[in-house]
């Protein structure tokens, strides 16, 4: 059975970081390209990092420069780092595990960033 399970949302100022994790269970992990999305309330879901099997990355404009993913294929987890935090970067933010046809999510972590 696959899970992605994420972690390390919160409520953060303006301005803070947080670290989110997502453990991957159910897949042979390092061969699977890995995204974070994030939605935030009436809006589309957007990807805001993306991670090769390779370790190659990319960014959403809008995050570029402030947050940072990587992944460790020892331990099936996947990271995003996030710095200087803004207030349109509240949403809820998924785990996404993809591979040809195969396409994993997580249920998603709430990330609040407040004035």
């Known amino acids: 059975q696959v899970q992605l399970v994420e972690s390390g949302g919160g409520l953060v100022q303006a301005g803070g970081s947080l670290r989110l994790s997502c453990a991957a269970s159910g897949i042979f992990f390092s061969i699977y390209a890995m995204n974070w999305y994030r939605q935030a309330p009436g809006k589309q879901r957007e990807m805001v990092a993306h991670?090769?099997?390779?370790?190659?990355?990319d960014y959403a404009d809008s995050v570029k420069g402030r947050f940072t993913i990587s992944r460790d294929n020892a331990k099936n987890m996947v990271f995003l780092q996030m710095n200087s935090l803004k207030i349109e970067d509240t949403a809820v933010y998924y785990c996404n595990a993809k591979a040809w046809t195969h396409d994993h999510w997580g249920q998603g972590t709430q990330v609040t960033v407040s004035s």
């Open positions: 991670i090769t099997r390779g370790s190659s990355t």
